[in-house]
């Protein structure tokens, strides 16, 4: 169940990985794509313009094939778990990728349904977000840390893990909000999906200050580059203001050998999203070399 930083000698060996509709809708356009740019660790988040939990049996069965006919490991279940109201049930409050509406009642549907598919598609990480933020994020801290204590329980009894994202439209957005959790959740089958780019858009500081709260519970990354800090803008690796060959160096040291999931979030004017992931892969590999943070691709 644990899969925890080991010191070695050799370095680590992560791998590349992508969220699919990030490069198309079409979820065997992004697999052709994928093949193309040798990525073989695919996120299911949004396939065919629907979420993926909300796949009846024939269209998993059709997801299944595809994967399959392509050799792709599936790296995580992007769910929409708890991305909804703490209170209410009002409109979402930021990007939901297809996602069906949903109250807080049915987020344990949405975490069963979650788990399913994970087992379907081996995916060793199923996502967790912490309900639409609020003005005060720490008026709700103890049912927050009650849901995710009742999720963790839940996932480790599946046999998986539990990622949460810190996500800047949520109440978990920072390494150091997430480490107040963690602190506080000591079962290591609920980790972070952590997210450089998140924290700077909420505009605090992912390297090294959100880092080093959070990394020794790190089990996936997410890659997106801000434009700005406190900005919702993103750009090609490397060309925003995240130091991430200096965070690549960090997660090497610290031997991460998970994925490294591209999340574009930007569409190029000549080529959209697809043109923009092949530019995120391209620089995301170049800044790992320039950091010695080899993949295993």
Known sequence: MRRRRVIRKEPALARLGIITDEISDDFDHALA?????????????????????????????????????GGFR????????????IRGDDRPAGQ???ASNSTREEQWDVLDRSL?????????????????????PLAVRDEIRADLTEATRRVKDAGKLLGLEN???????TGGESKWYLDRIPDTALGMIW???NEAALGSDPFPGGYE??????????????VEIGGERF???????????????????????????????????????????????????????????SLDD
């Open 33 to 69: 794509v994928c093949n193309e740019l040798n990525i073989r660790d695919i996120e299911l988040r949004a396939l065919w313009g629907k979420s993926i939990v909300d796949f009846d049996a024939d269209e998993l069965d059709r997801a299944q094939k595809a994967i399959d006919r």
């Open 74 to 85: 599936v790296c995580s279940i992007a769910s929409p778990f708890l991305k909804v109201h």
């Open 96 to 98: 939901t990728h297809h």
């Open 116 to 136: 399913a598919i994970a087992d379907r598609f081996n995916s060793p990480v199923v996502r967790t977000f912490s309900y639409w933020r609020l003005d005060n």
């Open 167 to 173: 996500e800047h439209a949520c109440n978990i957005a």
């Open 195 to 197: 997210d450089p780019g």
């Open 213 to 226: 709260a959070v990394k020794d519970r790190i089990h996936h990354v997410h890659l997106k580059d801000a």
């Open 235 to 293: 750009t090609v690796m490397g060309q925003g203001v995240i130091p991430y060959v200096d965070q690549f160096r960090a997660l090497a040291a610290d031997g991460y050998d998970g994925v490294l999931s591209i999340e574009t979030h930007f569409a190029l004017p000549d080529g959209g999203k697809e043109a923009a992931s092949r530019a995120c892969v391209e620089a995301t590999r170049a800044l790992c070399a320039l950091a010695g943070l």
